[in-house]
């Protein structure tokens, strides 16, 4: 009976047990294989491509997903309710987002003001790169981006590029200091425009949910063809065990120094992975507990296959389609609304990075030997919260958004090497509580839309859920009478 109950738990869980199996192999074969190399030698980067070549062709499939993806999900569920439904659920995220975000900055200054990693801890001296190109941006203009970026004035052109604002210093004094003074222009840069496809989706689900029958045959079309990208989904998944090993053993051998994580940095990393593991581990569980009164534990395992691979791959788009298939088909979360709310979440939704900036600011902040007002600290909280809202839509983004939040209190760019050396790691934590927020947020506002959700009639997307929750429920009382 007992030994019955673990091989179908097994079998359920085999891919999910493979995959961090894959994680788990791919740190003990990087940290093995750092070892053979001779003393202060380290694998050549050719080499290490190779290594990095399997899980970079499985990461390149995921991320083939993505655009299709978002596109039909959101037509598909925004297309599927009516206009006051999409707007009520819509509405029901984004306060989960703006609340949860503020809860994880608020969290993460709290710790690095009581635990002061940067006071008496040594500077390091990371590689200072994109330091050049880092220095001319202001934040106004990283907004008005932001917003530019949302109504995209060519579709096929979001598809791979976006809008960035570009300064030049004046040409009677190239070293001018005071950005306000360089003259103000504007390129495509190459990276999707993700808010302008997500807000042109909405409003195209909107307009297919207005014209009702009359476009019941575009709305069905958009249905089927995201239900075949989920498909592909399904295949793709087979392959995480052996792309997150390799991604993780690559990431690790590719490292220069990872004394640095646990050394110079120690404190600081600290403050930051247990402030996210916090966050995405006990807060956001208990509220979800609070909320929906449903097992967390329970939810939390259930989505380990999209936390491992959001860790091997640390990118939350990336996971997305793993998100998904996870919520919908173990979480049996309604589709309606993990289609419409996930890629919304995986787009402005990032608690991670949010108390990430905001710590490492003010752990920068200490460091230099800064006293930092009330002012300042609200400062940083407000661009921090705002950084990781608008990180997905900013060109470049990763290091600018934490420009700009240290440009609040007047920290240079430059500082931002400062903590380059452990930012390869904290990405994967962040990645991994940013999905997790994701999915907690979906799973909330689908428990407070459910009411609403079965006064509508069924269309394909809430079919294939039910005839998936039926199959759910036949199997757990097959089991059960087999018992
Ligand atoms: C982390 F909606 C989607 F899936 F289509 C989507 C596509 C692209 C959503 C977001 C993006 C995107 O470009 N995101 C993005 C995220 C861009 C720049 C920076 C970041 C921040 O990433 C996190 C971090 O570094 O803290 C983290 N790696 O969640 O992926």
Redesign the pocket.
């Known amino acids: 009976m007992r030994r019955e109950h673990i091989r179908l738990f097994m079998r359920e869980n085999l891919l999910t047990f493979l995959t961090i199996g894959g994680v788990i192999l791919g740190i003990v074969f990087g940290m093995g294989l750092r070892e053979v190399p001779a003393e202060g030698e380290k694998w050549s980067p050719r080499d290490v491509s190779y290594i990095n070549f399997i899980g970079d062709t499985f990461l390149r499939m995921l991320k083939a997903l ?2 299709p ?2 596109i039909t999900s959101l037509i598909a569920a925004v297309g599927s309710l009516d206009l006051s439904l999409s707007g009520k659920i819509g509405g029901r995220a984004v306060l989960y987002y703006v609340i949860t975000t503020v809860m994880a900055v608020i969290l993460g200054i709290v710790l690095v003001l009581l635990v002061k990693p940067g006071r008496g801890a040594e500077e390091s001296n990371g590689d200072i790169g994109a330091k050049g190109e880092m220095r001319n941006v202001t934040t106004a203009d990283t907004l008005l981006d932001l917003v530019r970026n949302m109504f995209p004035p060519n579709l096929v052109q979001a598809c791979l590029q976006q809008y960035q604002t570009v300064l030049t210093p004046p040409k009677t004094n190239p070293d001018e200091p005071d950005l306000t003074l360089w003259t103000v222009g504007g390129k495509f840069s190459e ?2 425009n ?1 808010i302008g ?2 807000v042109a989706s909405i409003v195209f689900g909107i307009a297919l949910s207005a014209l009702k029958e009359d476009a019941q045959m575009v709305l069905k079309f958009f249905q089927q063809l995201s239900h075949t990208v989920m498909k592909i989904t399904g295949w793709v998944i087979w392959l995480s065990p052996v792309g997150v090993l390799f991604l993780v053993t690559a990431k690790l051998l590719e490292m220069e120094d990872l004394g640095e994580v646990f050394g110079k940095l120690g404190l600081y990393f600290a403050v930051v992975a247990g402030g996210i593991l916090f966050h995405g581990f006990v807060v956001l569980p208990l509220l979800f507990f609070l909320f929906t009164h449903k097992n967390p534990v329970q939810f939390v395992a259930n989505m380990g296959q999209a936390i491992a691979t ?1 860790f091997g791959t ?7 389609p793993v998100t998904m298939q996870c919520l919908e088909e173990k979480n049996h979360i309604d589709p309606r609304v993990s289609r419409f709310v ?3 979440g ?2 402005i939704n ?1 608690d ?2 949010a108390l ?1 900036e905001a710590v490492a600011a003010i752990f920068i902040a200490q460091l230099r030997g800064l006293s930092l007002s009330f002012g300042n600290i609200l400062a940083i909280s407000i661009t921090a919260t705002a950084a ?1 809202i608008g ?2 839509g ?1 060109p470049q ?2 290091l600018v ?1 934490l420009v700009m939040v240290l440009d609040t209190v007047g920290l240079p760019a430059e500082d931002v090497s400062l903590i380059i050396a452990v930012d390869w790691l904290l ?2 934590f ?2 991994v509580v ?2 997790l927020g994701d999915s907690f947020g979906a799973a909330i506002v689908a428990h407070y839309s459910q009411n609403e959700l079965t006064a509508i009639p069924v269309t394909e997307v809430t079919e294939k859920y039910q005839k998936n929750s039926l199959a759910y429920s036949a199997e757990t009382v097959l089991f059960e009478e087999r018992l």
């Open positions: 993505i655009l993806l978002i990276g999707m993700i496809l997500v959001a640390s990118s939350s788009s990336a996971t997305l996930l890629p919304i995986a787009t990032m991670g990075t990430y990781s990180a997905a900013i983004a990763g958004t990405d994967r962040r990645t940013n999905v």
